[in-house]
Each structure stands twice: as structure tokens, then as C-alpha cells.
């Protein structure tokens, strides 16, 4: 039987691409650790700022708020209900039951009440793809939500962020690899942004999230299915069998390489959206226009129902 590297008692969880074996309690108190060095390496917070964590109702997130605050730092939850069926309805309750058993304050926000539908209806309606309108409106509200916090935390953790790179590598998309860091400064209206998981394996922020007792949606969301970034994990995920630590070698390698992308990165002009005042590098910002598109679509679709009555 295998034994805890640190205090010799059975070992419970085998963290094969670190080749450790640890007892419960270590595990925790490693995973802890972990992150508290993570969030100090790139100087993410200190625990006089106020962070708000953006909650999915997932494993990582739900991890990441509680670990935060266990950490002593000043946390407040972020979910937004995307208004995907019964997803939806799941994440929603899990962020609730958390919230309940765990106290930590929540702000709970709609997709529905925002835009009169869910994100599958917006993106069928303006025949965009759902996962490109997801994006834009989570980002938009988080920074609008983020005002009065002096940063906004994700769960993204080592799988995300590795899958995230490859896919970025072998399209070569210089900009989005001159972006992708575990900590974003805040720029112009924009909040500092932090992602103190990126070290952390699915396996093991799973493993903490069991240990820690904290329930989650298993479930994906329906519109992932067939993603490239799926795709680019279980590729990661047979390199990482057959050699130990690539993943965490191809994420850390590249974050010291970044500076050779950060300069050829394109220096847009951005201004304040004169609906809203989010800062946008056109006229109109991209969450404005599609509140835009889609009641100029409604009406024309009055339009078209009043003409057919006629
Ligand atoms: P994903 O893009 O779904 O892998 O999510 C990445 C991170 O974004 C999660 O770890 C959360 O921090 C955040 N996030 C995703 N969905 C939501 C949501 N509906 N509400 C709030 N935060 C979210
Ligand atoms: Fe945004 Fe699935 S979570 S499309
Ligand atoms: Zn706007």
C-alpha cells in the first residue's frame, strides 16, 4: 500500500503526473498551498481586495470560491443564469445550495430578464454561434457586475488553459496568445482579471472539490458537446499518459516565452460605447448591438405577424 509522502499514514489520492501519493488531509492542505502560491507568483490579489468569483455552478469555480475564502481572502460569488433549459435550472440550484450551506454572498443575474430569452434563443435568433454570444454577454456582465471589486476570479484551470494554448498554437493566433495569462491588468474600464486555478489539473480540483465536500453540476453544458477545446483535452490528455507533466510543462514553457507574442500584439484603439459606456473599439459595444439586433428582429417579426393578419 502506497503511503502519504508527508506523513507516511495510507495514501488516498495518487497524483500521477506529479508522482505523489497523499493522505486526505495532505492533499487538501498541498492543494491549498498551491493555490496561495500561485496567487502570489503573479501577484492576482491581496486580502484587502475584493474579489468577485465568477460561479458556473461547476466543480472549479465552486472550488475556487470556497478555497478563497477558507484562504482568508474577501470573496463575493457571481453566477449568471444563462437561461439553458434545464442546465440552467441545475447550475442555478447547485450555486443556491452552495451558497446556503457555505454563507458566502452570491449575485445571482439573468440572461432572460436582460434580454427577454435564453442564450440558445439569441444565438438561433441572430444565427450567430451560441458559444461567440455566450462569451460576449458573460463578459460584459461580469465587468458590469466587478464595479465596486477589484477583480474578477475564474475557475479555468490547467486542462482549460492547456487546451486553450494548443488550440491557440496551431491556428497561430498571435493576439489571443499575447493574452492569455493567468493575470489580465485592468485596462481602461476593464477589471484586473485572475485565474488562481491555472496550475491546478481537473483531476485534482475534482478530487478537492469531493474532499471539500462540495456538491457540483457534473454535466456540461449542452451546447459543448463537439467542441475544439474537448477535443484538444483528450488529446492532452493521451501525450500527458505517455509522458508525465506535459501539460503543466507546455503552460509554464509558454508563460515565460509570452513576452516574444505581448509586443506584436495589436494596440487598439478603444472608446466608450455611446449606449453604455463599456469600453469597445466601434461605436456600439458588441453586448449593446445584440440588444440591438434583437428587438429590431422583434420587430420586424410584429411587422410581419400584423401584415400576415391583414
Ligand atoms: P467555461 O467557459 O464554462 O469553462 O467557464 C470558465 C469560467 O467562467 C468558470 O470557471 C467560471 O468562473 C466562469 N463562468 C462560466 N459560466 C458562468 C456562469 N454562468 N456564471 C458565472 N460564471 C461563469
Ligand atoms: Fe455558454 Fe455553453 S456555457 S454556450
Ligand atoms: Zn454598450
Not at 493555490?35 to 501577484?43: A, D, L, Y
Not at 509586443?263 to 440591438?292: A, V
Request: positive net charge; aromatic residues 10%; hydrophobic residues 35%.
Amino acid at each position: 500500500m502506497k503511503k502519504c509522502r508527508i506523513c507516511g499514514k495510507p495514501a488516498e489520492v495518487f497524483l500521477i503526473s506529479r508522482n505523489l501519493a497523499l493522505c486526505r488531509r495532505d492533499f487538501v492542505e498541498n492543494f491549498e498551498k498551491r493555490v496561495e502560491k500561485t496567487i502570489n507568483k503573479f501577484r492576482m490579489a491581496d486580502r484587502g481586495e475584493k474579489i468577485l468569483v465568477a460561479v458556473s455552478g461547476g466543480k472549479d469555480s465552486l472550488a475556487l470560491l470556497h478555497v478563497l475564502k477558507k484562504l482568508g481572502y474577501r470573496v463575493t460569488g457571481y453566477h449568471i443564469n444563462l437561461g439553458i433549459g434545464q442546465y440552467s435550472h441545475e447550475s442555478l440550484k447547485k450555486v443556491l445550495d452552495f451558497q446556503k450551506k457555505e454563507g458566502i454572498e452570491i449575485i445571482i443575474e439573468n440572461v432572460k430578464e436582460e434580454f427577454g430569452m435564453g442564450i440558445g434563443e439569441i444565438s438561433k435568433l441572430l444565427r450567430q454561434p451560441t458559444c461567440s454570444i455566450c462569451g460576449t454577454i458573460k463578459r460584459y456582465m461580469f465587468n458590469r457586475t466587478a464595479g465596486s471589486f477589484d477583480v474578477i476570479a475564474t475557475g479555468h484551470n490547467l486542462d482549460d488553459e492547456a487546451a486553450t494554448l494548443m488550440g491557440n498554437v496551431l491556428n497561430w493566433q498571435i493576439e489571443y496568445l499575447a493574452r492569455q495569462y493567468p493575470v489580465l491588468e485592468s485596462k481602461n474600464n476593464l477589471k484586473k482579471k485572475i485565474k488562481p486555478f491555472v496550475f491546478m489539473s481537473e483531476y485534482e480540483t475534482a478530487t478537492y472539490a469531493f474532499l471539500e465536500d462540495i456538491d457540483y453540476i457534473v454535466e456540461e453544458c449542452p451546447y459543448a458537446t463537439g467542441a475544439k477545446s474537448i477535443f484538444y483535452k483528450g488529446i492532452l490528455n493521451r501525450v500527458e499518459d505517455r509522458m508525465r507533466g506535459t501539460k503543466i510543462h507546455f503552460l509554464s514553457g509558454f508563460f515565460k516565452q509570452r513576452g516574444r507574442f505581448v509586443s506584436q500584439e495589436k494596440r487598439t484603439e478603444l472608446k466608450p460605447c455611446i449606449k453604455c459606456g463599456y469600453m469597445t473599439t466601434s461605436n456600439i459595444c458588441q453586448f449593446c448591438r445584440i440588444k440591438e439586433k434583437i428587438n429590431n428582429k422583434k420587430g420586424g417579426n410584429h411587422e410581419r405577424n400584423f401584415l400576415q393578419n391583414q
